[in-house]
């Protein structure tokens, strides 16, 4: 996750220098990210930081409570990760109460001198676990005999707990589910609360912020954005001017709407169009820039640019890291033209990067890794140049994208932005596997894409999805049209339902619906015989292709 130190310096005024803010310690888990984004919709300020962080950066932050999460480790494994040297002697002087999660749960447990070994029967999916004591923190009062559901990830299991340590739950087969000390303030769940699977899992988190740990909350859009903008005026001198690039997306809408709050007439706002854009992209979203929030923008036609880069590249990471590579140029261009116009050289470049880009961009925890080992790189993260001459804004980089959304009402963006699905920032270049530039593959997926996603819109369904998009595949098939006998290519349809993007789920459409997408297609695009969808979630697979 992205460092201690980091988050420490981005720290938003509104957590009170940490009087608020929970801290979660990265140990693995795919559901971390959902521990943090629970902690923020229950409107306490919570980061993410890696568990194996320098103690020196979380004594820094000064949280007031703190959130081990879950892993793929045992604690037994060589070279589990763990907390560093001297963090229990910090949270028990700062004050700060401890809540491990599963995994957590079991370091927290061997830390304190118990006993953590292999489980005989492992807990995996849902299971019932039944209150121990007459009385809990985390439960409430008379929890003796209840039952709750709950999402059991563990094969070891804790055997003897740690001194002055009391269970207060056990699942049906015995094995310890919740613990408490509330004099040292240690709390563990060997369960994750977090995840939908787990119902009464934020009642739990809510007992444990506001009863046990009397956090106050205080998180709220509005302050984030005043604090954002004395930060941007803070940091941008008056005489200074900015260049903001502009996607049509909604974060880099509302990050450019903010910054234009921020400091007025010195944004200049960039559109580039690199050849990668959706079917009628660059009209739609310039009318709409110009129109409905008066930013000042300048539509920059780069596609000649981009695509001859591109033209015989098939890596993923390479056309993202040449993309990345090319937008910077175009921005640097951009400043010199002007710095000719304004006589003075503008020294800043705002994105619109989000909390999960930041995520998915750094080393997981335990992997033995200093630097990222990346799923993907984000053309915004992973492929800026070490040279590059502007310094980066990033007032976006701790929320996660609904966060943006309430942003953007706050700030008057049209809902008809807001709503917008997400858009990759390389494009179509990770929509068409392989070389981009290969025959028509572009226009065919455009039109594709087009058709898809309007009878999306048709039938209602475009806000109950977090994203839809067709996929270009370099393969052709055998196929029949037109009483004859086709070779032609195939794509792919993907429709997913997600909170963040960090999980998602396959929408499940009506077959009358994909019977009428799918003729549409083979009917309308010419060279597209095969039209499949993908049905795949997220784990194990990206949102993306590539």
């Not at 000390?181 to 739990?204: A, C, I, W």
């Not at 005489?239 to 996607?247: K, N, R, T």
């Not at 304004?342 to 705002?350: A, F, S």
């Not at 619109?352 to 993907?376: A, F, N, Q």
Request: glycine share 10%; aromatic share 8%; net charge negative.
């Amino acid at each position: 996750m992205g460092s201690a130190a980091a988050a420490a310096a981005a720290l938003p005024a509104s957590a009170g220098s940490g009087e608020n803010l929970v801290l979660i310690l990265d140990y693995g888990s795919q559901y971390t990210h959902l521990i943090t984004r629970r902690v923020r919709q229950l409107g306490v300020l919570s980061l993410c930081v890696s568990g194996t962080a320098p103690l020196a950066a979380l004594e820094s932050l000064r949280p007031r409570a703190i959130v081990l999460s879950g892993g793929p480790h045992s604690v037994h494994a060589e070279g589990a990760p763990t907390f560093p040297e001297g963090f229990l002697d910090f949270a028990d002087g700062a004050g700060a109460h401890v809540l491990g999660v599963c995994y957590g749960m079991q370091l927290l447990v061997q830390s304190l001198g118990g006993a953590v070994e292999p489980g005989e029967r492992q807990e995996y999916g849902k299971m019932e676990v039944e209150g121990t004591a007459p009385s809990s923190a985390l439960y409430g009062e008379a929890e003796t005999g209840k039952r709750q559901t709950v999402w059991m990830s563990h094969g070891d299991e804790v055997v003897r707990l740690p001194e002055g340590f009391e269970v207060v739950a056990r699942s049906v087969e015995g094995a310890v589910a919740a613990i408490e000390n509330r004099e040292k303030r240690f709390y563990g769940l060997q369960y994750h609360p977090e995840v939908t699977h787990s119902p009464q899992g934020m009642e739990t988190l809510r007992r444990f912020l506001f009863d046990v740990c009397g956090i106050k909350a205080d998180w709220k859009m509005q302050d984030v954005l005043d604090e954002e903008i004395k930060t941007i005026q803070s940091m941008v001198g008056p005489d200074e001017d900015v260049i903001c690039a502009l996607s049509g997306g909604v974060d880099s809408t509302v990050v450019a709407t903010l910054v234009h709050k921020a400091i007025g007439d010195r944004l200049h706002c960039v559109f580039v169009d690199n050849g990668l854009l959706r079917y009628k992209e660059r009209e739609r979203v310039m009318s709409t820039f110009e129109s409905d929030l008066h930013l000042p923008v300048t539509c920059v036609d780069a596609s000649e640019q981009f695509l001859s880069m591109l033209k015989g590249i098939e890596d993923p990471e390479q056309k993202r890291k040449i993309i990345g590579r090319e937008f910077i140029a175009v921005f640097d261009d951009f400043a010199h033209k002007l710095e000719q116009k304004v006589g003075k050289r503008p020294e800043y470049l705002v994105q619109g990067t989000l909390y999960p880009d930041v995520i998915e961009s750094c080393p997981p925890p335990g992997s033995g890794r200093t630097h990222s080992h990346t799923i993907k790189s984000h053309h915004n993260v992973g492929g800026l140049p070490k040279d590059m001459k502007l310094k980066l804004i990033e007032p976006l980089k701790l929320l996660f994208k609904d966060e943006v959304r309430k942003l953007g009402s706050i700030l008057n963006v049209p809902d008809s932005f807001l709503k917008r699905h997400p858009f990759p920032g390389p494009g179509l270049a990770v929509r068409v596997l392989g070389d981009v530039t290969q025959g028509n593959a572009l226009d065919t997926l455009r039109q594709v894409d087009d058709i898809f996603v309007q009878a999306i819109k048709d039938a209602g369904l475009y806000d109950k999805i977090w994203q839809a998009f067709a996929v270009f595949l370099p393969v052709q098939t055998v196929g029949v049209q037109g009483d004859q006998r086709t070779h032609s290519n195939a794509v792919v349809l993907r429709a997913i339902t997600s909170e963040d993007g960090m999980t998602a789920d396959w929408y499940y459409f009506d077959r009358e619906f994909l019977v009428d997408v799918v003729n549409k297609i083979c009917n309308n695009v010419r060279g597209i015989n095969r039209v499949c969808q993908d049905i795949t979630s997220k784990p194990p697979a990206t949102v993306e292709w590539e």
